[in-house]
């Protein structure tokens, strides 16, 4: 009996003593499906992105890039590569930006997705303008200028009437422009006007259809008509 359960006892520690033994981790490198005792795990870096992602950039306008960290297991830092040359803040669309980093263990890369659009700034400029407005009930000038306005969406069209100057604000979205009503006065009376419209792809013509009501005696009235500013 004695020999029975020394042999039992051997023969159990012998099991245990070969359980194979290997990463248990599925999230490791080296990870072992068949292993019964955990042995060392070995793991890639982990990169974290600076900002948001996706980020955004105004048409033209130079892109500043967070960045992101990179770091081992057991905290280390790692050196992280940065390879944004799909990007160009030239061209409207959306655009990929990669970063890398690489330790003994392998290499890891994320991406940020960077959204180049047309902004206030596309508009800013001096535009000329032809339209079938009337010259008397809705004056438009033929040599507006555009600047960009107090928000980061406005813009304002300078010298908006003939003659008579005023300014015009306006909104932006992308390639469509609003005109929410407004009043200008003309010592006579007063010009309510609204509209509506877009810039075309090229970003070099804008068009927009105006309401207008014009309350001057004898020249004044009220319409809708086209105007189309070129640069």
């Given at each position: 009996?004695?020999?029975t359960?020394?042999?039992?006892?051997?023969?159990?520690?012998?099991?245990?003593?070969?359980?194979?033994?290997?990463?248990?981790?599925?999230?490791?490198?080296?990870?072992?499906q068949?292993?019964?005792?955990?042995?060392?795990?070995?793991?890639?870096?982990t990169?974290?992105?600076?900002?948001?992602?996706?980020?955004?950039?105004?048409?033209?306008?130079?892109?500043?890039?967070?960045?992101?960290?990179?770091?081992?297991?057991?905290?280390?830092?790692?050196?992280?590569?940065i390879?944004?040359?799909?990007?160009?803040?030239?061209?409207?669309?959306?655009?990929?930006?990669?970063?890398?980093?690489?330790?003994?263990?392998?290499?890891?890369?994320?991406?940020?997705?960077?959204?180049?659009?047309?902004?206030?700034?596309?508009?800013?400029?001096?535009?000329?303008?032809?339209?079938?407005?009337?010259?008397?009930?809705?004056p438009?000038?033929?040599?507006?200028?555009?600047?960009?306005?107090?928000?980061?969406?406005?813009?304002?069209?300078?010298?908006?009437?003939?003659?008579?100057?005023?300014?015009?604000?306006?909104?932006?979205?992308?390639?469509?422009?609003?005109?929410?009503?407004?009043?200008?006065?003309?010592?006579?009376?007063?010009?309510?006007?609204s509209?509506?419209?877009y810039?075309?792809?090229?970003?070099?013509q804008?068009?927009?259809?105006?309401?207008?009501d014009?309350?001057?005696?004898?020249?004044?009235?009220?319409?809708?008509?086209?105007?189309?500013?070129?640069?």
């Amino acid at each position: 009996m004695k020999k029975t359960l020394i042999f039992i006892s051997v023969f159990g520690l012998a099991l245990i003593s070969c359980k194979k033994e290997g990463c248990m981790d599925p999230s490791a490198v080296n990870y072992d499906q068949d292993a019964k005792k955990e042995g060392v795990c070995n793991y890639k870096p982990t990169i974290t992105l600076n900002g948001v992602n996706p980020d955004s950039v105004e048409l033209g306008n130079a892109y500043t890039d967070p960045g992101a960290t990179a770091t081992n297991i057991d905290g280390s830092a790692v050196a992280v590569t940065i390879d944004n040359s799909a990007l160009n803040v030239d061209s409207i669309g959306s655009y990929v930006i990669t970063y890398t980093a690489t330790n003994e263990h392998g290499s890891v890369s994320t991406n940020r997705t960077v959204n180049v659009y047309v902004g206030p700034g596309a508009y800013v400029g001096s535009w000329t303008c032809t339209t079938d407005c009337s010259a008397t009930q809705f004056p438009l000038a033929t040599d507006p200028t555009i600047s960009a306005g107090t928000t980061s969406n406005s813009i304002v069209i300078d010298n908006f009437f003939n003659l008579i100057g005023g300014t015009a604000n306006a909104t932006v979205d992308g390639l469509n422009i609003t005109v929410p009503t407004q009043t200008i006065n003309i010592q006579f009376g007063d010009i309510t006007f609204s509209g509506t419209g877009y810039m075309n792809a090229a970003m070099n013509q804008i068009v927009i259809s105006y309401d207008y009501d014009n309350t001057t005696p004898v020249i004044g009235g009220a319409g809708s008509c086209t105007a189309t500013y070129d640069i």
